[in-house]
């Protein structure tokens, strides 16, 4: 994979430590559980974003861009990134925020990820739930260029083949750690939303020839729905990359138990599973991803649909900040 062709800004504080949760593994009774911690990047308080946000900046400056501009919900961690990474490379940044999950709670309005958004200098937009995002960010970007501007539009949660690059670099940043540690990766699982971070996994894996499955828990659309976006995704991303490993439905698998009643609202089991990540590992996960993201896991392990000696390695995607704009889904906390 010709990775090293393309252009990118540093922005990541890489590789991000490969650990065991030696407490939660023993708690469940196995198997082997490690954490990949990607929540560990930079960029005020860090997350996936920050690896995909290297190459479209990359991008962004090389066409002269002056603005950036991206789009996603009230809380998004994506956003947040992206209003950090602008500030970091002197860029302004433009923010249009849905307001979907927990919308009408004053700490999902105003803590969290919105608060480092201004904290950022980032202007933000808020539209109404059920927007089109995308069009709208047409929109915006039209309206900049009327004015003199040069926007750079990065697609929602930096989700396009080039976004993907980041995480085909994750991947062999995986699997090198994984060969220095003497671990078979049996399984990598992580939330996933618009695709980018499974994608490029899936895309990396398949580009080294080597049989990893990923599997994505779904936190806003059903498996089949979810399998069918990251499939097409990792195909264009292996197309960027001139890379000609076939790449099958088969090797993308998604879970879509653990959405509860949608993107963003919380269920008991997210609850329950952050507070024994915290409790047990001294780890934050966040409501909207990672924490339904581990519950999906907890499950599994539950379930046994793991053997002891298995290595599952859950990959950390960030967002802890937005524990904060969910205070009253914690006030039970004992």
């Known amino acids: 994979m010709q990775l090293e062709g393309i252009d990118r800004v540093e922005l990541s504080h890489t590789p991000t430590p490969l650990e065991p949760m ?12 490690w954490i990949k911690r990607d929540d560990c990047t930079g960029l005020a308080s860090g997350g996936n974003k920050t690896r995909k946000l290297e190459y479209l900046l990359a991008e962004a400056l090389e066409l002269g861009a002056d603005t950036v501009l991206t789009a996603g919900a009230v809380q998004s961690n994506h956003a947040r990134q992206t209003a950090a990474a602008a500030a970091r490379l002197g860029l302004d940044c433009q923010l249009l925020l849905e307001e979907a999950g927990a919308a009408g709670d004053a700490d999902y309005a105003h803590s969290g990820n ?16 059920d927007t089109d995002m995308e069009a709208a960010l047409d929109t915006l970007a039209n309206e900049l260029r009327a004015e003199g501007k040069r926007p750079y539009a990065v697609p929602v949660g930096g989700s396009n083949a080039r976004g993907a690059l980041g995480y085909v670099r994750c991947a062999k940043e995986l699997w090198e750690q994984s060969q220095n540690l003497g671990v078979d990766m049996d399984l990598v699982l992580h939330a996933t939303g618009s695709a980018g971070t499974q994608a490029g996994l899936v895309a990396g894996f398949a580009g080294l020839g080597v049989e990893i499955p990923v599997l994505g828990v ?23 990359l001139e890379v000609k490993a076939p790449l ?5 698998r998604a879970n879509g138990d653990y959405v509860g009643e949608g993107y963003g609202i919380p269920t008991a089991e997210m609850v329950a599973a952050v507070k024994l990540t915290a409790r047990l590992e001294g780890i934050l996960l966040d409501p909207v991803y990672t924490g339904k993201a581990m519950a999906g896991l907890i499950d599994l392990v539950q379930k046994s649909s793991f053997r002891e000696t298995q290595n599952v390695v859950f990959l950390h995607t960030g967002g802890a900040v937005g524990l904060f704009a969910y205070r009253s889904s914690f006030d039970s906390i004992e």
């Open 22 to 33: 030696t407490r939660l593994s023993e708690a469940l009774g196995g198997p082997r559980l």
């Open 114 to 129: 919105v608060l480092i958004d201004r904290l950022c200098r980032a202007r933000v937009h808020l539209l109404p739930k």
């Open 218 to 240: 779904c936190v806003s659309r059903s498996a089949t729905e979810q399998e069918d976006k990251v499939l097409t995704l990792a195909r264009e991303t292996l197309e960027l």
């Open 248 to 252: 099958s439905r088969g090797r993308v």
